[in-house]
Structure formats: C-alpha cells, structure tokens
C-alpha cells in the first residue's frame, strides 16, 4: 500500500494524455474509453451527465478529442446528451494536421435503430473532413437505412447488432487508429465484453446520488477485464485515473 501525496502541478491536463504511445494496439484499433463517474459510480443524473462533470473534468473531456481519429459514442448518449461534432482550439487542429489528422476527430454513432434527429448538430453541425459516421448492422431497417446515408456516412457490422471487432476493423480500415469511446455506459460495456477497451480514462466526481447505471454495462457472462493504473492526478476534489488493459 503506498500513500499518494499531492505531487508537481502539471501545467497542462491534457499532456500526460498526449504522451501515451497508442501505436500497439491488441487488436484492430486502440480504443481509449472516456468517462466520468461520481463516488458511488454512477454514470448520469437525472439521465444526463452534465451535472455529474466537474469544470475541470469538462475541460478535459473537450480537449480530450485531441488524441482521437475518431469518437465513438452508442446512439442513446446522442440522443440524450443533444451531442454535437468535436470543437478543438485553433493550436490542437495543428497539432493535428501536422499529424496528418482531420483537424476535429470524426464522430462514429453505434445504432441499430437509427432512430435520430436528422436535424441535431451531430449531423449537420459536422465538418466535410469530419462527417459524422453511423455503425449499424445488418438487421436495421432498410428504409432507416436510406435515410441516415442521406445524413452519415453509414458502416454496416455485424448481422443482427453492431459486433464491436468488425466496428473496429472497419474504422481501422479507414485509417482511424486511435478510437475514443465516450460511453455510454451500454456500448463501453460491449467494448469490454468483446476485450476491445485498451485504455480508461476514469474522472471521479465528488457527488453521489446519481442513477443507478454504473459506467459500463457489459452483456450478462461476458468475462472480467483486469485493468493496470497508469496515471493519477488531481484538480480540487476532482480525481483523473488512467488505466491500460493488464497484460495477459
Ligand atoms: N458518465 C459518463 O461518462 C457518460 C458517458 C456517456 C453517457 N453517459 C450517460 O449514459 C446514458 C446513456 O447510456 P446508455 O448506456 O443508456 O446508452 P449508450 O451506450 O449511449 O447507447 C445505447 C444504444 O447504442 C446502440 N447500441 C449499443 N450497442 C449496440 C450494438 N452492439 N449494436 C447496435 N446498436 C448498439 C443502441 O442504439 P439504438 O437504440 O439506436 O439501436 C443502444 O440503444 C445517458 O444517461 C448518458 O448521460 C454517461
């Protein structure tokens, strides 16, 4: 047992972020999940997470984007959170560019419904090097389906739901390495179900109380994932893990 003690302020949050080499990927892609979790680990208040995130977890969530070539996100968590495409600060987008990115990481949705507001800046709101992608299966709807490619760019994987590996393997084939999944708690829960999930970045917020929905919801009997911390920091009463998937 060791005593963490407040170290060196670390002048910017997101640099310890930026310095994990995430070019070994165990499988098709890295996947780095991003979630914020209260004391008691909930994920969401009142089916929002708004009030659960702390100013210095927000700040961090926005510039987080910096490290994706792609975010991917399950359909509810758009439609709840009114989600919009990645903003970025002029300095990140070139960061990016002198990386050969897209200046804002492309949004990836996870549905089978393709139940959605046309009309959300997810959709219209995306950039032409940033256009907004939809995962979906085989199963969905063909007339749902003609209408999202009017909107997304649409990927089909998997036949009756989204299979997280041929997701991913159809990310990679399109040159996105680097996959940051920013929940929900469902689709987390299928990345880890399916040892998909390399990297967490767990917040921890002062605040319990929430919905009883913890950060990750995996399928009844998918196996344990052991996790190994990496990284421990701290803004007020606000904590910032990092955790890789243990070797095994
Ligand atoms: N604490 C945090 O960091 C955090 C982060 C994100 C979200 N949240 C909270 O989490 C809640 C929403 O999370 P959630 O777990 O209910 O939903 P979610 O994971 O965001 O989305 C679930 C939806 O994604 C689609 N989906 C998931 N797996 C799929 C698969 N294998 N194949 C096809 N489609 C699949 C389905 O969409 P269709 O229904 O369209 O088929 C499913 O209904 C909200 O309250 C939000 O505020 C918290």
Redesign the pocket.
Known sequence: MHELQRGAEVPDALTPYLAVDRSTPKHECWVTG????GLDG?????????S??TPPDQEL?RRMRQIADIVL?????????GYGPGRLSEEAQTARRRLGQSPVPPVA????????DWDATVFTGATASARTHI???EA?DPTRRAEAEKHARVIVA?R?????AA?LRALADLGHRVVLC?????????LVAADRLDELCL?VSPLMGG?P?P?S?TPPGAPLAGFELRGVMAEDDTLFLRYERQER
């Open positions: 991003h979630m914020v979790a909930t994920a969401a208040i009142g089916g929002r997470v708004g659960l995130s969530f996100v399950g359909a509810e968590t758009v439609r709840r959170e949705v996870v549905s089978r419904s393709l139940e959605f995962l979906t299966c969905a998997g009756e739901r989204v299979e997280p997701a920013e929940g929900g708690p469902r689709w987390l829960g299928e917040s919905d929905l950060i919801v």
